[in-house]
């Protein structure tokens, strides 16, 4: 481990995961497309992210995987001010996140094996050690016979799956998936929450953005986290920053 | 259905989170590469040329100072040969008793008429004859001095020398060729400047090569930044990219300059003419054209490492 990442993990307090406070973001001189965003996210929850299209979902999940700064407002992550991190410090939080986009993102001239391997090769896992748990995530979702493809050769529900495995290959403290099951059949779509909610169970907070209201159903111990042009509902107060004494870990 | 091994290995993806390991090619090098190595190529071969000049014609000017340092040349100017040839003579017995003139010869009449012989012909010094006779040429005396010679020591040597031979004129050798030296240093300067110039060249391709490579690539660096590459290991892609293109140049170019180098000393050495033969390269001048290709894929490898991590300081 690194001195930086050392330094990121200490001051990782045992409870609270993400903190948002009052945050606001708008692009340019443009109209809020978040205002007073406040919630907590716990180790260990799984949540549902939804919200009609244009509520804010997308820019949300950019200020939780840290490609994005807020207007304003107060963001903790694994105990740090993620605002006033120093940039340097930043890839070191990022390396405890998992991001599923919803366009993919997979790196064009990459084997599917090469696009999962990525996120540990960057952290530094040895080509050794790596090969046996990419093989196997690569075989779990379905794709041990196309680790040598390449994206453009794989269809959508297909690299839909490299990308869930490349996000979930270093076991990340946060996963944040954007519409994960959008291109993929219902089976694979079950399948693959089977797996978020296996990450989940071992310790995994999971932040899953959908609009598909079937799939909240699946996961029936979730928390649902809905946004309405730019503001985030929480009627039960489950959300809510500073989370209340009597909930600790979130309501359930 | 049970968990992929994958998550069953939190130690070791802890153990390791923070590293700085290997990097598969993340960037693919047919896009890097394009004409950033013939372009290194021909710098260096620019480079390594002017380089050589640059040497061969310090060691020029060394020699040829070298040789005439201390080297003064007495001319008895008097038309009667009688008269010019007893000058000659007491001078040469003068400078023999004179405090730091070390040696002292004159130069014989047949080497002079060979001197003359292309402005006046096979006869035209000692017997030689215009219609009013013959062309009356100076005697050389030919002498080394101990020490540096400044003006006034050259102006006390001829007040000297006149007290027995009025027609001496006494010139340092080395005041002739002071245009030459002129020359030639004028040249040095020139083949610096070359390089220096050539080198800004092949930085601002390198920068251009390098920010096209950024833009080509942008989509892959935010992948590899949002997963949590750091600014150093993304430089290090295009730097591995570069330098492996700046180390293909740099040989082809070396290569070529080599050839270059070789034919252009044969052809000055079949001169065979003094001034020139000094010129030749040493070991320690070859090892300074060696450096010339290594400073370019270092200034090479710099300048994209310094072009990528400035650009990526724009990325949050």
């Given at each position: 481990m690194s001195e930086l990442d050392g330094a990121a993990r200490a001051?990782?307090?045992?409870?609270?995961i993400v903190q948002f406070d009052n945050v606001g973001l708008r692009y340019?001189?443009?109209?809020?497309?978040?205002?007073d965003v406040s919630f907590t996210l716990f180790p260990g929850s799984f949540y549902f992210l939804t919200g009609a299209s244009g509520a804010g979902k997308t820019s949300l999940l950019k200020l939780l995987y840290l490609a994005q700064r807020p207007s304003r407002g107060a963001i903790r992550m694994f105990g740090s001010d993620a605002i006033t991190t120093p940039r340097e410090m930043l890839p070191m939080l990022r390396r405890r996140l998992g991001v599923v986009f919803q366009d993919f993102r997979?790196?064009?001239?990459?084997s599917a094996y090469d696009n999962v391997a990525l996120p540990l090769r960057v952290a530094g896992v040895s080509e050794r050690e790596l090969a046996g748990p990419v093989t196997d995530m690569l075989e779990w979702v379905g794709l041990a016979d196309r680790m040598a493809a390449r994206p453009a050769t794989l269809s959508g529900g297909e690299q839909q799956r490299v990308a869930i495995a490349r996000a979930v290959i270093g076991r990340p403290d946060l996963l944040v998936a954007d519409e994960?099951?959008?291109?993929?059949d219902p089976d694979m779509a079950i399948k693959l929450l089977r797996l978020f909610e296996a990450l989940n169970r071992l310790g995994t907070t999971v932040v899953v953005a959908t609009?598909?209201?079937?799939?909240?159903?699946?996961?029936?111990d979730s928390l649902i986290m809905r946004l309405d042009k730019g503001r985030l509902a929480d009627?039960?107060?489950?959300?809510?920053?500073?989370?209340?004494?009597?909930v600790p870990g979130g309501a359930r | 259905m049970s968990e992929p091994r994958a998550l069953r290995l939190t130690d070791l993806f802890a153990r390791h989170l923070g590293g700085e390991g290997q990097q598969a090619d993340?960037?693919?090098q047919s896009r890097l590469s394009g004409p950033i190595p013939w372009v290194i190529a021909i710098m260096v071969a620019l480079m390594v040329i002017a380089a050589a000049g640059g040497l061969a014609l310090r060691n020029t000017g060394r020699a040829a100072a070298s040789e005439l340092s201390g080297g003064i040349t007495v001319q008895?100017?008097?038309?009667?040969p009688e008269e010019r040839d007893r000058q000659a003579r007491s001078a040469l017995a003068a400078m023999a008793g004179m405090?730091?003139?070390?040696g002292a010869q004159l130069v014989p009449q047949t080497e002079l008429d060979a001197l003359v012989e292309p402005w006046?012909?096979?006869?035209?010094?000692?017997a030689g004859v215009t219609e009013g006779g013959a062309v009356p040429v100076p005697a050389l005396i030919d002498a080394q001095v101990a020490g540096r010679l400044s003006a006034d020591r050259l102006a006390q040597l001829q007040a000297a020398l006149r007290q027995t031979a009025p027609g001496a004129r006494v010139d340092a050798q080395s005041t002739w060729l002071a245009p030459v030296f002129g020359a030639i240093a004028s040249l040095q300067w020139l083949s610096l400047a070359l390089i220096v110039f050539l080198a800004l060249a092949t930085g601002a391709a390198v920068l251009l090569a390098a920010r096209t490579a950024l833009g080509n690539n942008r989509a892959t660096i935010e992948i590899v930044h949002l997963l949590g590459g750091t600014d150093a290991q993304i430089a290090r892609i295009f730097q591995r990219s570069i330098a492996r293109d700046a180390i293909g140049g740099a040989l082809a170019g070396s290569g070529a300059a080599l050839v270059v180098i070789l034919l252009l000393g044969r052809s000055f050495a079949a001169l065979q003419a003094g001034i020139i033969t000094g010129g030749v390269l040493s070991v320690s001048d070859w090892a300074m054209l060696v450096l010339v290709p290594a400073a370019a894929v270092v200034l090479a490898t710099v300048t994209a490492r310094w072009t990528v991590i400035g650009a990526l300081k724009g990325m949050l």
């Open positions: 001051q990782a307090p045992a409870t609270e340019g001189t443009d109209r809020e497309v978040l205002s997979l790196v064009p001239h990459l994960p099951t959008g291109n993929v609009h598909d209201v079937h799939l909240l159903r699946k996961v029936p009627p039960t107060g489950a959300l809510r920053y500073p989370p209340r004494p009597s | 993340i960037v693919p008895i100017v008097e038309a009667r405090p730091g003139v070390t006046l012909g096979s006869a035209g010094g000692s």
